[in-house]
Nanobody, 123 residues
Framework: QVQLVESGGGLVQAGGSLRLSCAAS????????MGWFRQAPGKEREFVAA????????YYADSVKGRFTISRDNAKNTVNLQMNSLNAEDTAVYYC????????????????WGQGTQVTVSS
């Protein structure tokens, strides 16, 4: 079992920045892929970014590429999402996930999920 706890969400003006963190416990993450997903009201949950713990490869949705950065802190067993140049379309509940997906962008491949943290961008 892997337990995930997100933090760092909040209200920010358009053009601003936020940093989300996901603290993992329960297992070492060496064989896991960590993902960030988001879900806006009335929409399906969508892929944002992913990081393979072993090797550190990163992947991004086209909508956030160049603005968001996913990173890890090995010592703290934490994965972070730095979000810059935020706009209203980024408003959503952001979820951290862990798993061994075949496709890093598919929610079905992630076995463990956090409770989510709200990000609201005001225009």
């Amino acid at each position: 079992q892997v337990q995930l706890v997100e933090s760092g969400g909040g209200l920010v003006q358009a053009g601003g920045s936020l940093r989300l963190s996901c603290a993992a416990s329960g297992r070492t993450l060496n064989t896991y892929t960590m993902g960030w997903f988001r879900q806006a009201p009335g929409k399906e949950r969508e892929f944002v970014a992913a990081l393979r713990w072993s090797g550190g490869s990163t992947y991004y949705a086209d909508s956030v590429k160049g603005r968001f950065t996913i990173s890890r802190d090995n010592a703290k067993n934490t994965v972070n999402l730095q979000m810059n140049s935020l706009n209203a379309e980024d408003t959503a509940v952001y979820y951290c996930a862990a798993g061994r997906p075949i496709y890093y962008y598919a929610t079905a491949g992630y076995a463990y999920w956090g409770q989510g943290t709200q990000v609201t961008v005001s225009s």
